[in-house]
């Protein structure tokens, strides 16, 4: 059984549709759950890290918050340049290893 | 500053033969760490390092060998390549006061046949 869970697998969007990606996790003793955005054939990259329920961050269209079951990356209006696979993780206290989800892919249709 | 490099970004490797994946970083961070992502699969960690002269495990270590003689450089070898190992791995660095924020490199895209 995954410990983060990633949904929906996929997701496609007319641009200025808002919506949601949902990262549920099952670890105890959450130490922080992190989001990335993938392109196709690059690297992640980081956009934010939340370390307790009902802390929230923002940056321009993305919006994340955490609960203690499950993060949301809601992202409002968005445009093409959206389109990627979005990663969420989490690391337990203490450990080195982040659990990654196996992501989101959003396309953002013009 | 380059970030995060990585070379080579393609190979092709026979069973049994070895490589080593090179990864540098020179924005002086401290944590390092070898990832390696599958089709359909989560990024799964293999090496981290805390600082020079320091390695430890990840979750699938198995095949792999690291080191890391300076801050910069931090090297991945493949002993006896497996078609298990095909996959695409990432290099990342950190600061070990932002540890979950960790920049990647591009990725090496590694076929075994």
């Known amino acids: 059984e995954d410990q983060v869970t990633q949904s929906p697998e996929a997701l496609r969007l007319q641009e200025g549709e808002s919506s949601s990606l949902n990262c549920s996790y099952t670890?105890?003793?959450?130490?922080?759950l992190f989001w990335y955005r993938q392109d196709p054939g690059k690297g992640p990259e980081f956009l934010f890290t939340?370390?307790?329920a009902g802390e929230e961050k923002e940056k321009e269209r993305l919006k994340a918050t955490l609960t203690k079951k499950e993060s949301f990356l809601h992202i409002t209006a968005p445009k093409p340049e959206d389109s990627a696979t979005y990663l969420c993780?989490?690391?337990?206290?203490?450990?080195?290893?982040?659990?990654f989800g196996r992501g989101t892919s959003l396309i953002v249709h013009p | 500053n380059a970030g995060v490099t990585q070379t080579p970004k393609f190979r092709i490797l026979k069973i049994g033969q070895s490589m080593t994946l090179q990864c540098t970083q020179d924005m002086n961070h401290n944590y390092m760490y070898w990832y390696r992502q599958d089709p359909g699969m989560g990024l799964k960690l293999i090496y981290y390092?805390?600082?020079?002269?320091?390695?430890d495990k990840g979750e699938v270590p198995n095949g792999y060998n690291v080191s890391r003689s300076t801050t910069e450089d931090f090297p991945l070898r493949l002993e006896l390549a497996a078609p298990s190992q095909t996959s695409v791995y990432f290099c990342?660095?950190?600061?070990?006061?932002?540890?979950?924020?960790?920049?990647f490199g591009p990725g090496t895209r590694l076929t075994v046949t």
């Open positions: 939340l370390y307790s």
């Open positions: 670890v105890s003793g959450l130490r922080g």
């Open positions: 990342a660095s950190s600061t070990s006061r932002d540890r979950y924020e960790q920049y």
């Open positions: 390092s805390v600082g020079a002269g320091i390695t």
């Open positions: 993780a989490v690391q337990e206290g203490g450990s080195y290893i982040p659990t």
